[in-house]
């Protein structure tokens, strides 16, 4: 086998090109060597970011959990004013949702046909001590007749006497004797029945003192249905109804006006089943209870009272009644209310914003620049003294002693690396 050697012809370059060969191969050695000799770098290493977060110094305190209801105003003193008597409307003086003070005139009613009643009455207890006046005096002569004839009796019989002994010697007429005997036998009988009235006298001057006084308490009655033709406020309150207009005919029982005391509204409040007890043993105890309605500009202040006795069918809780501490002229009889209830207190727990928390039982410190779960149980909630919401939370198996995270992570988890900017 023969093998056959070709050679290229050889390239002539001139000086210029060849300038410009040697300039581009020192270029490649110089990269060649800066590329072996710089510093290895892993591919898969990355720097681990700090998320900026914001944090709190964590209190343990006494705290006392809120509960957020609904309660309605209602009132025990609802009074439902009706007509004493039948008679016609004369005046309706007030307006329905009007504030009243006690004693004022709220519905005038024609007071015609009981002003001829009293009159009427008048008239019977003047009959009545007229005629006791009578018996009175009556009774002052009965007894002087009876002694007049007391008198006269004992004169009779000595009479009678005297001629007994005459007749015995035959020194008067035996008929003169006999009309003697009749005589005393007649002032027996008179001095007897005369005994007899004045014996009774008192038991007649005692009826004649009843009817006076019977007449006095007709009277008396009456002059009463006279004054209830001025239908009146029984108290301070606000008028709630009215069911009359003036020219109306009412008779006796018709209701015709409704007024609630504003000074003894209360609030009903249905209290979940979990808070009652210990609401039980702070009333036990003798702690008050209280709870708020209103915005942060005017807020008002209620006290609980008492817990309602008996529990509705199909109702949970049980109806809380709190009384307004301040003016209820404000409040209407039936409104619904946003009410905050404040429990009795907690025992060592904190109060943390409510993005602290994580799940429902997890919140994070940071230790070290790195986030650190704690489990923690969640009792209630409540508002500080700015009104922002905090949720209260107490740690199951440690002490929160490291700034807690109150920035909301979605991708928080132990470990994770953070940067504090409070501030």
């Known amino acids: 086998m023969k093998f056959r050697l070709k050679f290229k012809p050889r390239i002539n370059l001139s000086p210029k090109n060849r300038t410009l060969a040697l300039v581009a191969f020192g270029g490649l050695a110089a990269t060649t060597t800066l590329m072996a000799t710089a510093p ?16 709190m110094t964590v209190e343990t305190n006494d705290l006392s959990p809120e509960l957020r209801l609904f309660g309605r105003v209602e009132t025990p003193r609802h009074a439902k004013l009706t007509a004493a008597v039948t008679a016609s409307v004369n005046a309706v003086n007030v307006r329905e949702g009007q504030l009243v003070e006690q004693g004022q005139v709220l519905v005038v009613l024609d007071d015609a046909d009981e002003e001829l009643r009293r009159q009427q009455r008048e008239a019977d207890v003047a009959e009545a001590s007229a005629a006791l006046e009578t018996a009175r005096r009556q009774s002052l002569v009965d007894e002087d007749i ?82 209830r033709t001025l239908v009146v406020a029984p108290f301070r309150g606000r008028v709630s109804s009215i069911d009359v207009s003036p020219g109306d005919r009412v008779s006796e029982g018709r209701e015709l006006v409704a007024v609630y005391d504003t000074s003894a509204l209360q609030v009903r409040v249905t209290i979940p089943t979990s808070a009652v007890e210990p609401i039980k043993q702070a009333l036990r105890n003798g702690d008050p209870i209280f709870a708020r309605y209103g915005d942060a500009t005017s807020r008002s202040l209620l006290q609980l009272g008492q817990l309602a006795a008996t529990v509705g069918t199909g109702r949970a809780g049980v109806d809380a009644l709190f009384q307004v501490s301040a003016s209820g002229d404000a409040l209407e009889l039936g409104r619904a209310l946003d009410v905050t209830v404040v429990l009795p207190p907690l025992q060592q727990v904190t109060g943390i914003p409510v ?53 909301s992570l979605p991708q928080a988890s132990t470990g994770l690396r953070v940067k504090v900017i409070n501030g």
């Open 40 to 55: 290895h770098h892993d591919a898969n290493s990355v720097e681990e970011k700090a998320w900026p977060v914001t944090t």
């Open 146 to 227: 009876l002694r007049h004839m007391q008198e006269l009796h004992k004169l009779t019989e000595a009479k009678h006497q005297r001629l007994q002994k005459l007749q015995r010697q035959n020194l008067v007429a035996r008929e003169q004797l006999e009309d003697t005997d009749a005589a005393v036998s007649r002032q027996a009988i008179e001095l007897a029945q005369q005994q007899l009235k004045v014996d009774n006298n008192p038991e007649r001057i005692a009826m004649m003192e009843v009817a006076l006084d019977r007449a006095q308490s007709l009277l008396e009655e009456q002059e009463l249905r006279l004054a």
């Open 355 to 407: 993005q602290s928390l994580y799940g429902d039982n997890r919140v994070y410190t940071v230790v070290d620049g790195r986030l650190q779960s704690v489990e923690v149980q969640t009792l209630g909630q409540r508002h500080d003294d700015n009104g922002r919401l905090q949720l209260l939370v107490r740690a199951n198996n440690s002490v929160i002693d490291s700034d807690m995270l109150t920035t």
